[in-house]
């Protein structure tokens, strides 16, 4: 059974700063590709930042130069740290994890930008 536990989220002022962290239980981590999306009031979920079992990391044009995607595979955790946050990126934030033609979600974990 595989299962993905976030945290780190919260309320920060605008320019502030949030690190999330996503656990994943299993043994399929280290082959897998991790994702972290969100999703607004109202809007849809989107994909905010992914990175492979190698390391290598894509990111929406949103969050580039602010936001950062890392893993632990020794910790079996994947991070997102958040830099320079401004009120649009309020959302629930949700890590997903890819192997093949399996995903698994977590229960996501929201983050709140306001002055």
């Known amino acids: 059974q595989v299962q993905l536990v976030e945290s780190g989220g919260g309320l920060v002022q605008p320019g502030g700063s949030l690190r999330l962290s996503c656990v994943v239980s299993?043994?399929?981590?280290?082959?897998?590709?991790m994702a972290w999306y969100r999703q607004a009031p109202g809007k849809q979920r989107e994909l905010v930042a992914t990175?492979?079992?190698?390391?290598?990391?894509n990111y929406a044009d949103s969050v580039k130069g602010r936001f950062t995607i890392s893993r632990d595979n020794a910790k079996n955790t994947v991070y997102l740290q958040m830099n320079s946050l401004k009120p649009e990126d309020t959302a629930v934030y949700y890590c997903k994890l890819i192997m093949g033609l399996m995903a698994y979600w977590g229960q996501g974990t929201q983050v709140t930008v306001s002055s």
């Open positions: 990175i492979t079992s190698s390391g290598s990391t």
């Open positions: 299993g043994s399929i981590f280290s082959i897998s590709v």
